[in-house]
């Protein structure tokens, strides 16, 4: 069995063919996933769907570099208790996805993207209060994510000042060995997505070769990222098997042990997902 660790089912182009994708899962014996957030104002639909499935399992979360709606009109941006509300409900597991992503200044500098730390902070403060596991998207800013992480006392070695830290994991790795080691220190899990499997991508393989294979998961982030043969077409679930093989070739192991081992790991960081 393999586990999609991170996708966006709930987005229509995926939602309208949910069927099919799940008939897809089914024969590829991708078991179980992960529906992720990226708005409060898409979170019902994310909710919904792991409501209607057994083997779906939902998380809430603004995403790091959502500024505004499709409409243009300002996302509504999340507090604690509006991320706390909708962490008790059932079937959710985790808090994100969050971090940092100062790949699109907008004419910006980056000290002018407080209000992405900020949002960040409010996310690291909702997961160790209801003590969710935390999804981290980081691009382009994995220093300042780091040092937030820490500055929060996301750190498993030392723990928080009387509040044990919510940990999680960093999604769709995309930096290097350095910063794999810097999130493993930490005590997080590392995600590899479909960019694992692309020609130009010889550092992400490095970094997953670095990375203790007890500490990866595998994700498709579709619709996203579709991992070779498929690169540029719509991503699903299904095809979170690409992945697993290739971190298996990476790793040097089959891919039953990649399948067994990341999918422990996932029930091991989402507590609150069962098999
Ligand atoms: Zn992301
Ligand atoms: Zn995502």
């Keep these: 069995m393999f586990v999609?660790?991170?996708?966006?089912?709930n987005f229509p182009e995926l939602k309208s063919q949910i069927k099919d994708i799940r008939a897809a899962m089914q024969a590829a014996h991708v078991t179980h996933a992960m529906v992720i957030s990226t708005t409060l104002e898409e979170f019902p639909s994310v909710h919904e769907m792991a409501m209607s499935y057994d083997n779906f399992w939902a998380t809430v979360g603004v995403h790091p570099d959502n500024e505004t709606l499709e409409d243009g009109v300002p996302i509504q941006e999340p507090t604690v208790e509006d991320l706390l509300t909708r962490a008790v409900l059932p079937k959710v597991v985790g808090i994100g996805e969050t971090g940092l992503d100062y790949?699109?200044?907008?004419?910006?500098?980056?000290t002018?993207?407080?209000?992405?730390?900020?949002r960040f902070r409010v996310h690291i403060r909702a997961a160790q209060a209801c003590q969710k596991p935390l999804i981290i998207h980081t691009r382009s800013a994995s220093d300042d994510t780091i040092a937030i992480l820490k500055e929060m006392g996301e750190d498993a070695r030392q723990g928080t000042a009387g509040k044990p830290c919510a940990g999680?994991?960093?999604?769709?790795?995309?930096?290097?060995?350095?910063?794999a080691r810097a999130a493993l220190d930490l005590g997080f899990y590392i995600s590899f997505s479909g960019i694992l499997t692309f020609k130009n991508a010889q550092a992400i393989r490095d970094a997953a070769a670095f990375v203790p294979l007890e500490r990866c998961l595998i994700e498709t982030d579709s619709p996203y990222l579709a991992p070779t043969p498929y690169r540029g077409k719509t991503n699903t679930p299904a095809y979170v098997t690409y992945v697993a093989q290739e971190l298996a070739r990476v790793k040097g192991v089959s891919v039953e042990e990649v399948a067994r081992v990341t999918g422990d790991n996932y029930f091991k960081l989402f507590k609150g997902a069962t098999r």
């Design 4 to 9: 999609d660790s991170h996708c966006h089912l």
């Design 103 to 110: 790949y699109r200044l907008n004419g910006r500098t980056i």
């Design 112 to 118: 002018q993207m407080e209000w992405q730390r900020e």
């Design 168 to 179: 999680g994991v960093f999604h769709c790795f995309t930096e290097t060995v350095e910063v």
